[in-house]
């Protein structure tokens, strides 16, 4: 069935790191791609997004490109600051509409 | 404006009781989304409106869990005979219409359901 793979976490960095969070894709169709994030004690907000191949989606710093030859939607951003500390979450919607998470990746942010 | 808001925001009952958990959607959003979000686990969809009518129901775990929408905007999910491993956080999302791109999914604070 369609799902989402991310890596597990933690990512420990210190700020102004590189950081990068990986996320691969099962899908029997053409899905859209998400990233979420989840602040401590808020609630899951959409971070960026990118509806077909190619796609680069981009937000707050971070940056996303649809990759469908690795079925690949990998979460970057050049220099992390202490305020990115938050759980990311990969997600794809096909026309359903429903979104399908991956695990979620907790990412800690050291001054 | 206002966001999507759950009520309530935590509850605490006991194996075999009947709770119902209320979502409140952005004003104006035709579709609304139930998912279940257990401890350290990405959310699993559960169900999905849009209107009134339940357009995808497919992720109710079983026949004890219930939602609806009668007027298609507050949703409530309701759950029977509650058991241990239904606790989780129940979070509830809306969006102005289910086709791109209106379809932007505005997620709610969550209630965490606690089965003793």
């Known amino acids: 069935g369609d799902s989402v793979t991310q890596m597990e976490g933690p990512v420990t960095l210190s700020e102004e790191a590189f950081l990068t969070i990986n996320c691969t894709y099962t899908?029997?169709?053409?899905?859209?791609l998400f990233w979420y994030v989840q602040y401590p004690g808020e609630g899951l907000q959409l971070l960026l997004k990118a509806t077909k191949a190619d796609d680069k989606g981009s937000n707050k710093g971070f940056e996303a490109t649809y990759r469908k030859e690795t079925t690949s939607f990998h979460l970057e951003k050049g220099s992390v600051q202490v305020s990115d500390s938050a759980v990311y979450f990969c997600?794809?919607?096909?026309?359903?509409?429903?979104?399908?998470f991956g695990t979620g990746t907790r990412l800690q942010v050291f001054p | 404006g206002a966001g999507v808001s759950q009520t309530p925001s935590n509850k605490v009952t006991e194996k075999g009781k009947y709770v119902e958990l209320r979502c409140d959607p952005i004003s104006g959003h035709t579709a609304l989304y139930w998912y279940r979000q257990s401890l350290g686990q990405g959310p699993e969809f559960l169900i999905y409106?849009?209107?009134?009518?339940?357009?995808?129901d497919s992720g109710l775990p079983n026949d004890r869990f219930f939602a609806v929408r009668p007027e298609g905007s507050v949703s409530t999910l309701k759950i029977q005979r509650t058991e241990r491993g239904d606790s989780a956080v129940y979070l509830c999302a809306s969006s102005l219409a289910s086709r791109p791109p209106y379809n932007e999914q505005f997620f709610g604070p969550g209630t965490r359901l606690t089965v003793l």
């Open positions: 899908a029997t169709g053409y899905p859209s």
């Open positions: 409106f849009q209107g009134t009518g339940a357009a995808d």
């Open positions: 997600a794809l919607s096909l026309n359903t509409d429903k979104l399908i």
